[in-house]
T-cell receptor, first 117, second 109 residues
Framework: GAVVSQHPSRVICKSGTSVKIECRSL??????MFWYRQFPKQSLMLMAT?????????EQGVEKDKFLINHASLTLSTLTVTSAHPEDSSFYIC?????????????FGPGTRLTVL | GQNIDQPTEMTATEGAIVQINCTYQ??????LFWYQQHAGEAPTFLSY????GLEEKGRFSSFLSRSKGYSYLLLKELQMKDSASYLC??????????FGGGTRVLVKP
């Protein structure tokens, strides 16, 4: 149980276009989903916390108008990278926390590798 | 601010034991996680400590000392497939996880 999927797994786009990444909890309801980015040989950096039905909370230094997050249901959150540029190329990973479970464990999706040309 | 430190790289021989240390200074503490991550893949959960002491799970053990802001992950009977990055992460307020830089472990035959 506790499976999180992401789609797409890889995406290549031209500079200036927008890319949407989906994160789904497949067999549980996720009160909260988190979005991370990871540059090569570096650790995960939290970008934002997404709660179902409310606005996302962004970490310091993350532009909310560039990285649009929508958490429309208890099983789906989306991250849209708007007007993508080469410096946005990264590995984007989402995670989900199980609803009503006090334990802080997060379940991670397989990641989406974004390459902006 | 949050500060989590762990060594960048470690090398060990197949069958041996390796200990990965993690020190942290965070505002708030709701537990410490260890994750394993293979290149290009998502992190997978290894262990969780919220109270002081040692948690053992098969070949992997994790230790926590809250007063010292210190944890370690012990990998025993190393196998080639254990070559990966190991991430120390502290849970803070709002159920957020703050990750250390990760330790790349290379297991040699």
């Amino acid at each position: 149980g506790a499976v999180v999927s992401q789609h797409p797994s890889r995406v290549i786009c031209k500079s200036g276009t927008s890319v949407k990444i989906e994160c789904r909890s497949l067999d549980f309801q996720a009160t909260t989903m988190f979005w991370y980015r990871q540059f090569p040989k570096q650790s995960l950096m939290l970008m934002a916390t997404s709660n179902e039905g409310s606005k996302a909370t962004y970490e310091q230094g993350v532009e909310k108008d560039k990285f649009l997050i929508n958490h429309a249901s208890l099983t789906l959150s989306t991250l849209t990278v708007t007007s993508a540029h080469p410096e946005d190329s990264s590995f984007y990973i989402c995670s989900a926390r199980i609803r009503d479970r006090g334990f802080n464990e997060q379940f991670f999706g397989p990641g989406t590798r974004l390459t902006v040309l | 601010g949050q500060n989590i430190d762990q060594p960048t790289e470690m090398t060990a021989t197949e069958g041996a034991i390796v200990q990965i240390n993690c020190t942290y200074q965070t505002s708030g503490f709701n537990g410490l996680f260890w994750y394993q991550q293979h290149a290009g893949e998502a992190p997978t959960f290894l262990s969780y400590n919220v109270l002081d002491g040692l948690e053992e799970k098969g070949r992997f053990s994790s230790f926590l000392s809250r007063s010292k802001g210190y944890s370690y992950l012990l990998l025993k009977e190393l196998q080639m497939k254990d070559s990966a990055s190991y991430l120390c992460a502290v849970a803070t307020a709002g159920n957020k996880l703050t990750f250390g830089g990760g330790t790349r472990v290379l297991v040699k035959p």
